[in-house]
């Protein structure tokens, strides 16, 4: 199993869409999450932290499950500049103070006019 | 301001010579990764390092070398490189906490092999 897993996709939305990506990790010690954005060919960006119940930034809400190891990123009102590669990352202790973030395969979303 | 800051953005080298991509920051992070990424695959960890402190991943295969000579610097080193090396190189920097911090990436080097 890998140890962190997202929807496949890709997902293509008309804009104004809510859209909503899955993801799951293996690693009960995983500490903390983000999602990264990544547009082609370019490198990932930092979205939203996720480190207690959820948090909402905007159009975007970030809810995480701890005891069902699940972590969801929703995009309300979808806009054409949302299309990139959504990254959920998983970060747990590697030893010490040392972190290490796993991140999952990426999601790509198109939003079409 | 680019915070991460990495050199070339493109570098293109023969099978086998070798070839090294540099990363700077401005952000006085302690640690530094490098991490490759091929098309439609999730970013690879390569190696990192906790100020000087060198953590290597098991399964880095032993053509790839890094180098941290100060705080704002960090080199990767690609020995002998293969076609399979063929990737984007991304550096990132994050500053440690009780709690993992987010990771800070620069612009990548996308290397090509002839």
């Known amino acids: 199993r890998k140890e962190v897993e997202q929807d496949p996709g890709p997902f293509n939305v008309p804009e104004g869409a809510t859209v909503a990506f899955n993801c799951t990790y293996s690693n009960s010690a995983s500490q903390s999450f983000f999602w990264y954005r990544q547009d082609c060919r370019k490198e990932p960006k930092l979205l939203m932290s996720v480190y207690s119940s959820g948090n909402e930034d905007g159009r975007f809400t970030a809810q995480l499950n701890r005891a069902s190891q699940y972590i969801s990123l929703l995009i309300r009102d979808s806009k054409l500049s949302d299309s990139a590669t959504y990254l959920c990352?998983?970060?747990?202790?590697?030893?010490?103070?040392?972190?290490?973030?796993?991140f999952g395969k990426g999601t790509l979303l198109t939003v079409n006019p | 301001d680019a915070m991460v800051i990495q050199n070339p953005r493109y570098q293109v080298t023969q099978f086998g010579k070798p070839v090294t991509l540099s990363c700077s920051q401005t952000l006085n992070h302690n640690v530094m990764y490098w991490y490759q990424q091929k098309s439609s695959q999730a970013p690879k960890l390569l190696f990192h390092?906790?100020?000087?402190?060198?953590?290597n991943e098991a399964d880095t295969p032993d053509n790839f070398q890094s180098r941290r000579p100060n705080t704002s610097f960090c080199f990767l080193d690609i020995r002998s490189p293969g076609l399979g090396d063929a990737a984007m190189y991304l550096c990132?920097?994050?500053?440690?906490?009780?709690?993992?911090?987010?990771?800070?990436f620069g612009d990548g080097t996308r290397l090509s092999i002839l």
């Open positions: 990132a920097t994050s500053r440690l906490g009780s709690l993992g911090q987010p990771q800070h």
């Open positions: 990352v998983a970060s747990s202790n590697s030893g010490g103070s040392n972190y290490k973030l796993t």
């Open positions: 390092y906790y100020d000087k402190d060198f953590n």
